[in-house]
């Protein structure tokens, strides 16, 4: 068992591809067996040790490297309970350690030619060309002087010329707004998005008719990346329907099912369709989708990660591998926030991060405990999170007491018991549901920071209008929608909304 990690297990090493000399392969033999012993090392090659406060992040089964997804909590891991979230151990040792500033850095993916390669050697080397006289020195120095030459040491291998992450917040450039969304928050409005289920078919039909009795009620319209891990028609192409039904849309984009490469391209096809608004997230894990489940131990870019790649090509015009994109796309680019997840301490953390990357704004999950949202905002404020990045509170409309157990069980979502009883208590539990809802807005509206109202109907599409209408959101009824309204409860209870 791994002695130095809180995540106390083994878990199988990467090796490298390629054959490699004989020195290397010994190197790197003696180095995993050490690593791994102390830290549970899986050999990534890219080494964050230094700045993880001595807790490998590769524990996380995402293989997330910036931080806690939005399921994590102080109990465990939801994907594998019997483990810690590796994340949360790593916040409180380096809170232990004054070592949280290192955690604000924007890692890189993974360089998957250094994967089941030592680390060591190219650190020898590196001391050596620094002068071992200077490095020694260093190391028996004050703190100070110690801190700064180890950590501008260490910077240097964890910080390839291709990805050059900091800490710093990465303001847009200066541009005029590229969506309707982007132009009503510059302008101080209150805005309202709404989330859309895509279809699990080819037909449009349902899809539609959702955009047809929103239109007028809402900002723009999200399309959920295969939630819950369950393939969906993409959001790409609903994306592009809204488009042709003139409804401006946020294109979810999930890090799980992206690789960098597809990543990059699918932004480019995306921009040239004429899709601005696009909200990065993580996604939820495989294990929480139907079997036969996919790859489940690593991601090729984690959302933080995709900030920073989608903000440097927009704003300075390059892939990846540094060529040179002639025509930028024009993007607007949001993140999700998780009110429910973690603590507030480690989240404003998370947020900050995100707002520095490049988010543009924030669309939280689902707020059932106005109170807690109140300390979570609050955190979030005194992080200078919501001054950077406006804030849009997600809010749910519950349509029964089953619902509202099922979405109980969703990581990184909690309703609290009085919402459920309420619920069981009412002879018309729609109507409750309804009420509860418009009480949760009434309430987040007004607390400062928040900046819009993101709805979650979960294939209850339809309650939407009078959702934002009796809420005050907006004006008087409009004449009737152009298609008759969607049937309620198209989706199964248990496909919440869930992107972390
Ligand atoms: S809860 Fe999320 S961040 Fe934490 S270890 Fe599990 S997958 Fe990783």
């Given amino acids: 068992m791994p002695g130095l990690t809180p995540g106390r297990r083994f878990q199988p090493a990467y090796f490298s591809f390629g054959t490699r000399s004989v020195p290397e392969r010994l190197v790197a033999f003696v180095e995993r067996r050490t690593k791994g012993l102390l830290f549970g090392c899986r050999m990534c090659g890219n080494c964050l040790l230094q700045e993880t406060a001595f807790i490998c992040p590769m524990e996380c089964p995402k293989g997330l490297r910036n931080g806690p997804c939005g ?36 890692q890189p993916p993974l360089d998957w030619s250094r994967v089941g390669h030592d680390t060591w050697v190219e650190v020898i080397q590196r001391v050596r060309t620094r002068g071992i006289g200077t490095a020694a020195s260093a190391l028996f120095s004050g703190r100070e002087t110690r801190q700064r030459f180890w950590g501008d040491f260490f910077r240097g291998i964890r910080q390839p010329d291709w990805w050059q992450g900091d800490d710093l917040p990465h303001p847009a450039a200066p541009h005029e707004p590229v969506s309707g969304l982007e132009r009503k928050l510059a302008a101080g409005e209150f805005v309202v998005t709404a989330e859309v289920a895509p279809p699990l078919s080819v037909s449009p039909e349902r899809l539609v008719a959702s955009l047809d009795v929103m239109r007028e009620v809402i900002d723009a319209a999200n399309f959920t990346d295969s939630p819950s891990a369950t393939p969906r028609m993409s959001s790409l192409a609903c994306s592009v329907i809204a488009l042709a039904h003139g409804v401006e849309p946020v294109l979810q ?35 929480v989708g139907p079997s036969p489940h996919g790859r489940m131990d690593i991601w090729d870019v ?60 924030f669309q939280s999950n689902v707020v059932f405990d106005v109170d807690a949202f109140e300390r979570y905002l609050a955190t979030l404020e005194r992080a200078g999170v919501l001054a950077a990045t406006p804030f849009l509170a997600g809010v749910t409309p519950l349509r029964s007491a089953k619902m509202a157990k099922a979405m109980a069980g969703v990581p990184g979502v909690k309703v609290p018991p009085r919402v459920i009883e309420r619920l069981e208590a009412s002879a018309e539990p729609e109507k409750e549901g309804l ?59 248990h496909h919440a909304p869930v992107d972390h």
């Fill in 71 to 106: 399921g994590s909590t102080p109990e465990g891991c939801y994907v594998d309970p019997t483990r810690p979230c590796i994340w949360h151990r790593i916040y409180e040792r380096a809170e232990r350690l004054g070592r949280t500033g290192l955690l604000m850095e924007v």
């Fill in 253 to 287: 984009i999930a890090a799980r099912d992206r690789t960098r490469m597809a990543l990059q391209a699918d932004i480019l096809g995306a921009a040239a369709l004429g899709v601005r608004n696009v909200l990065c997230i993580t996604g939820d894990h495989p294990i």
């Fill in 302 to 361: 984690d959302a933080i990660q995709m900030l920073w790649l989608l903000r440097r090509m927009r704003d300075d015009g390059h892939y990846l591998d540094g060529r040179e994109i002639k025509n930028r796309p024009a993007l607007f680019l949001g993140a999700a926030a998780s009110p429910s997840a973690s603590t507030p301490r480690i989240q404003a953390l998370r947020e900050l991060k995100k707002s520095h990357a490049g988010a543009q704004f």
């Fill in 435 to 493: 009420q509860i809802a418009l009480e949760v807005i009434e309430k987040v509206r007004r607390l400062p920071g928040v900046r819009g109202i993101h709805v979650m109907a979960v294939g209850w599409e339809s309650i939407v209008p009078r959702l934002v209408r009796e809420s005050g959101l907006r004006g008087t009824p409009s004449p009737a929608p152009v298609s008759p309204p969607v049937a309620a409860a198209s989706v199964p209870d």
